[in-house]
Structures are given as C-alpha cells and as structure tokens.
C-alpha cells in the first residue's frame, strides 16, 4: 500500500468519525469557485426581480400623476390663477417629535385656518407630543 | 481553623495556576482579555460586542483555574468539557452518547455562560441580532439601485479566497467555511456558520472577525487608493430615485420568498433580517420595530458578547491555529475589499464613468462602517462628492450577500 493510499484511507477514516471532511486541492478551488459563483448567481437574479417589482410600482406610481398634468393647461388658461402672486415667507422646517407626519401637517393647517394667515407665512419650530 | 485557612489557600484560583497543568495558559487568557477590553474600552474597537467578548472571555479563565484532584472544574462559568460532551468530540467521542446533543445535562451541570452559550450553539443569537439590524436597516438605497447588489455579491471574493487559503493550510472543510466567513465582515452570521460548522473554532474567529470589523477604516483606504485612480474616485454620482413606501414594504417579503427559496439553508439569517425589516417599514408595527432595534437587540448583544468570549479558553484558544486564523481573516477582509472594487471598476467603465467604484468597497457588509470609508475616501478625491448613500446600496447587498454565502457553506459542509 503507497504513502497516498495510506493516507487516504486515514482521512476516509477520520471523516467517518467525526463528520469532517478534507477537500482535496482540485475539490477545494472547485467548492469556493462554485460558491462564489452562487452568490453571484442568486444575488444577479434579486436584482432582476428587485429592477421587476421597481418597474412596476414606477409605471403604477405614474399613471396617476399623468392625469392631473393633462388637466392642468386647462387650468392654467384662467387668468385668475395665472396672475395670483407667490406668498412670501416660507414655514421653514419644523422638527417633529414623537408624533405622525399626517397629524403634524393636520396641526399646522388648522392653527393657519384659525389665525387666517396663508402657512407659509407662518413658521413652526417643533410639533411635540405632549404624554 | 488553620486547616480551613490552609483549604482556603490550595482551593484558591492562585494556587491553581500552578496546580492546575492549564494554569499558566488561563494566565495568559487573563492577559489576552485585559487586551482586549483596552481596545473595546480605549480604542473603541466594537466596544458593544468586545466589551461583552473580552469579559466572557476573562470570566471563562478567572473561574477554571482551580481545578479539583479528579478534573473536575467545580466553581467554571463555562466548561469546556461539557461542551464536548455535548458534541461528542475532543476526548469524549466513545461513551458519551448519552450526552450528544442533550441540552439536559447543560443546564443540570453548567455554569452561567454555560447556560447563555445554549443560545449561541441554538442559533438563536445571530438571528435575533439580524432581526434587530433589519429593523434598523432601510433598504432603500438598494431599491432604487438595484445594480448595487451585484457589488454585495463581488464583496464575498475573500470568504471564498480564504476558505481556498485556509483548506491549503491544513483546515478541514467544516473549519474553512468557518474561517472564510470572516471576509463577509458580518459577526452574527460569522458566529452562526463557525458554532454550525466547527465551534472549536468559536472564540478566535468571532474576535477576528470583530476586530477587523473595527478596523475597516484602516485597512480598506490603502486597497482602495491602490486599486483606483484620481479620476474615478472623484466620480459624482447623480442621485437616487425616491422609493415608495409600498416598494419598502414588498421588497422585505420578495427577498425572502426568492432567496430562502433558492438557497433554504439562509432562512434563519434571511428570514430574521428581512422580518425585521418588515416591522420597520410597515408603519403599523413600530412597538414591535422599537423593540427589535432597541431592548432585544441590546439583551442579544450582551448574551451574545459574554458567551462567545467564554469558549476562548487557554486550552483551546493558546495554539498556532488561532494565529493561523487571524491572518486568514485579513486577507479575507483584503480580499472581499478587492472583490467589491475590482467589480466597482467594471461597472465605471461599462457606465461610461457614472459610478464611482469605490462603492464597491462597501460591500463587505459592516454597516455602516464600510460606506461611510467610501465616502470618506470619495471626499478626499472631490470635496464635493457625496458617495454615502450611493455606498449604502452596496453595504446592505452585502448584508444579503454574506449570508447566501454563509447558506451556501451550511448546506455543503453542514452534513
């Protein structure tokens, strides 16, 4: 029996044993090239699902947004809303604290409507809620 | 009362480092933890999970030093024996079958961190801290750039370079899967593959692969200058679509159908990461994301941390393998960096110069650490350049891609 043999069957014996395996050179490049290439592989197709489902949700996102551009030259021949002039002053940014965005733009629209001021000429510095 | 004194003294853990024949080694241990929590404490280097890591660690050999006349080690955190037992290795592969795999005897005859390490050999662990870093994770750079993913994947060149490297140097299969995990940068999922694979190797890899998580900013800027060119590091990149809040919920629930389905064995990290992630951007869960992202994953980091560090005892921790180890875990984070730039190049070219490559450094997973060296170094070319969000892409592909990598290493070697 050569050295190899020998060796070999020690290693087939050892595996038996414990479970654990010893990769030849060839196996050993063969495994992290086979590996490398199925991370390669099921990464390449996420993407095209990920590109897929992105497309989608573009087009569904766009559709809606196209019909009220079509509406608008109709609009925009009002003269009434064509000379109206920009309000001046903005509201800045408002820092919010524990509390929805929704609820946030429902306060500011609400404290505008009572002091019957346009929002942009008012300015918030914080919405917090008060536990 | 002066044989009670004398029993005092001989039971002492400072007689047992020369009783003990391992004694001297826990010294050293004692001195390696002590290192180590100079470098979480000091140097900051993860002190989250080091802190956890090097205290375990310190514990595990502090309480192992006395040992009684028959081996028994009575007053041990974490003992080591118990744990072969469990998997019928080491000294304890014939007779001991009664022990295989029964957490009963753990929790009869084991010590704290004996207790806390069923959750590492469980894999409940990594997992519960992939749910809290999807809870805290938004995808959304890598929705609306989707290409970013082809960078997470070229990212985990150095797993597979070192499970080749590390197979060459005398590591079994089980071992080098372990090792070259550690070039996927991600610790949870390294911890998950070695306690599967081969959790001898447990306590060295987990510090390596932290370690070299904390120094990224260190040994990814020298790669990246040398692989890349003035020109393509000062590349703007134009901004990113903004992704709707349907796309963040769906893309958590595509990802798991199509990935656990193509590669089974990622369902636990994939599962928990993009569970997580599903609780964050549903909007109608924030109690339940508050929870992945704060309280849970802080009482994980803490069971984790000292468990970990407890298997790096003397015996087993003390041997030219661990050396081994540490070297094989930088050239895996070296070359997993190379990995992702060499691809980040490719795609400059085949973009006509829109993409600047070194996003594709980010994609060695470590969030956020590793986006944040490619807008550093993006900065240094063109101090008008803002690569951050562009590298997020990337970074969190890698994430994904480390553990189709781990899956694929499970499901070859897991047996």
Same mark, same amino acid.
């Given at each position: 029996?050569?050295?190899?043999?020998?060796?070999?069957?020690?290693?087939?014996?050892? =595996?038996?044993?414990?479970?654990?395996?010893?990769?030849?050179?060839?196996?050993?490049?063969?495994?992290?090239?086979?590996?490398?290439?199925?991370?390669?592989?099921?990464?390449?197709?996420?993407?095209?699902?990920?590109?897929?489902?992105?497309?989608?949700?573009?087009?569904?996102?766009?559709?809606?947004?196209?019909?009220?551009?079509? =509406?608008?030259?109709?609009?925009?021949?009002?003269?009434?809303?064509?000379?109206?002039?920009?309000?001046?002053?903005?509201?800045?940014?408002?820092?919010?604290?524990?509390?929805?965005?929704?609820?946030?733009? %429902?306060?500011?629209?609400?404290?505008?409507?009572?002091?019957?001021?346009? *929002?942009?000429?008012?300015?918030?510095?914080?919405?917090?809620?008060?536990? | 009362?002066?044989?009670?004194?004398?029993?005092?003294?001989?039971?002492?853990?400072?007689?047992? &480092?020369?009783?003990?024949?391992?004694?001297?080694?826990?010294?050293?241990?004692?001195?390696?933890?002590?290192?180590?929590?100079?470098?979480?404490?000091?140097?900051?280097?993860?002190?989250?999970?080091?802190?956890?890591?090097?205290?375990?660690?310190?514990?595990?050999?502090?309480?192992?030093?006395?040992?009684?006349?028959?081996?028994?080690?009575?007053?041990?955190?974490?003992?080591?024996?118990?744990?072969?037992?469990?998997?019928?290795?080491?000294?304890?592969?014939?007779?001991?079958?009664?022990?295989?795999?029964?957490?009963?005897?753990?929790?009869?005859?084991?010590?704290?961190?004996?207790?806390?390490?069923?959750?590492?050999?469980?894999?409940?662990?990594?997992? *519960?801290?992939? %749910?809290?870093?999807?809870?805290?994770?938004?995808?959304?750079?890598?929705?609306?750039?989707?290409?970013?993913?082809?960078?997470?994947?070229?990212?985990? &060149?150095?797993?597979?370079?070192?499970?080749?490297?590390?197979?060459?140097?005398?590591?079994?299969?089980?071992?080098?899967?372990?090792?070259?995990?550690?070039?996927?940068?991600?610790?949870?999922?390294?911890?998950?593959?070695?306690?599967?694979?081969?959790?001898?190797?447990?306590? !060295?890899?987990?510090?390596?692969?932290?370690?070299?998580?904390?120094?990224?900013?260190?040994?990814? !800027?020298?790669?990246?200058?040398?692989?890349?060119?003035?020109?393509?590091?000062?590349?703007?990149?134009?901004?990113?679509? =903004?992704?709707?809040?349907?796309?963040?919920? *769906?893309?958590?629930?595509?990802?798991?159908?199509?990935?656990?389905?193509?590669?089974?064995?990622?369902?636990? *990290?994939?599962?928990?990461?993009?569970?997580?992630?599903?609780?964050?951007?549903?909007?109608?869960?924030?109690?339940?994301?508050?929870?992945?992202?704060?309280?849970?994953?802080?009482?994980?980091?803490?069971?984790?941390?000292?468990?970990?560090?407890?298997?790096?005892?003397?015996?087993?921790?003390?041997?030219?393998?661990?050396?081994?180890?540490?070297?094989?875990?930088?050239?895996?984070?070296? &070359?997993?960096?190379?990995?992702?730039?060499?691809?980040?190049?490719?795609?400059?070219?085949?973009?006509?110069?829109?993409?600047?490559?070194?996003?594709?450094?980010?994609?060695?997973?470590?969030?956020?650490?590793?986006?944040?060296?490619?807008?550093?170094?993006?900065?240094?070319?063109?101090?008008?350049? &803002?690569?951050?969000?562009?590298?997020?892409?990337?970074?969190?592909?890698?994430?994904?891609?480390?553990?189709?990598?781990?899956?694929?290493?499970?499901?070859?070697?897991?047996?």
């Amino acid at each position: 029996m050569s050295i190899a043999m020998a060796e070999e069957a020690v290693n087939a014996a050892a =595996e038996a044993t414990t479970g654990r395996l010893k990769l030849d050179i060839g196996g050993n490049l063969l495994d992290a090239v086979l590996g490398y290439l199925v991370v390669f592989i099921g990464l390449s197709l996420l993407m095209c699902v990920v590109i897929i489902v992105g497309k989608i949700m573009v087009a569904k996102t766009k559709k809606p947004a196209e019909a009220p551009a079509a =509406e608008t030259p109709a609009a925009a021949a009002t003269p009434a809303a064509k000379n109206l002039p920009a309000a001046p002053g903005t509201a800045g940014e408002v820092k919010i604290y524990d509390t929805d965005p929704k609820d946030a733009a %429902m306060i500011m629209a609400i404290v505008a409507d009572k002091l019957q001021k346009p *929002l942009n000429e008012l300015r918030f510095v914080s919405i917090k809620e008060v536990k | 009362m002066l044989d009670s004194l004398g029993k005092l003294v001989t039971e002492s853990g400072f007689a047992g &480092f020369f009783s003990n024949p391992d004694g001297w080694r826990n010294l050293v241990m004692i001195a390696i933890a002590c290192v180590l929590l100079y470098l979480g404490i000091k140097k900051q280097y993860e002190p989250l999970l080091m802190v956890g890591i090097a205290m375990g660690c310190l514990l595990a050999n502090v309480s192992s030093v006395f040992m009684t006349s028959n081996g028994q080690l009575p007053d041990a955190l974490y003992h080591q024996d118990l744990w072969d037992r469990f998997l019928n290795t080491g000294a304890y592969t014939v007779g001991y079958e009664e022990y295989l795999h029964n957490y009963g005897y753990i929790l009869a005859e084991g010590g704290l961190i004996d207790i806390l390490y069923i959750g590492v050999k469980a894999g409940i662990y990594p997992c *519960l801290i992939f %749910m809290g870093i999807g809870a805290m994770t938004d995808f959304g750079p890598l929705i609306s750039n989707p290409k970013s993913l082809l960078l997470g994947a070229a990212a985990q &060149f150095g797993v597979f370079f070192a499970f080749f490297g590390a197979n060459l140097l005398g590591f079994d299969a089980q071992q080098s899967a372990s090792i070259g995990i550690i070039g996927g940068a991600d610790g949870p999922t390294a911890i998950l593959t070695t306690t599967k694979l081969a959790p001898e190797l447990l306590g !060295p890899i987990a510090v390596a692969a932290y370690s070299y998580m904390a120094l990224i900013p260190m040994i990814q !800027p020298p790669i990246m200058r040398a692989l890349t060119t003035e020109k393509e590091r000062s590349v703007k990149m134009t901004q990113l679509r =903004e992704v709707s809040k349907t796309e963040k919920i *769906l893309f958590p629930i595509v990802v798991t159908i199509f990935v656990v389905l193509l590669l089974p064995s990622t369902a636990p *990290l994939i599962g928990c990461l993009m569970f997580g992630n599903l609780l964050k951007e549903t909007g109608v869960t924030e109690r339940l994301s508050d929870v992945a992202q704060n309280a849970l994953m802080n009482i994980v980091t803490l069971f984790l941390g000292i468990s970990v560090g407890a298997t790096m005892v003397g015996s087993r921790f003390l041997t030219f393998d661990t050396i081994k180890i540490v070297v094989l875990g930088l050239i895996a984070f070296a &070359f997993s960096t190379i990995g992702g730039l060499l691809v980040g190049k490719l795609m400059y070219k085949l973009s006509g110069g829109k993409i600047n490559p070194l996003i594709g450094s980010a994609g060695v997973s470590a969030v956020p650490m590793a986006a944040r060296v490619s807008q550093k170094e993006g900065q240094k070319a063109n101090p008008s350049n &803002f690569l951050l969000m562009h590298a997020m892409g990337p970074n969190v592909a890698g994430v994904i891609g480390s553990a189709i990598a781990a899956g694929f290493l499970i499901s070859m070697f897991g047996g």
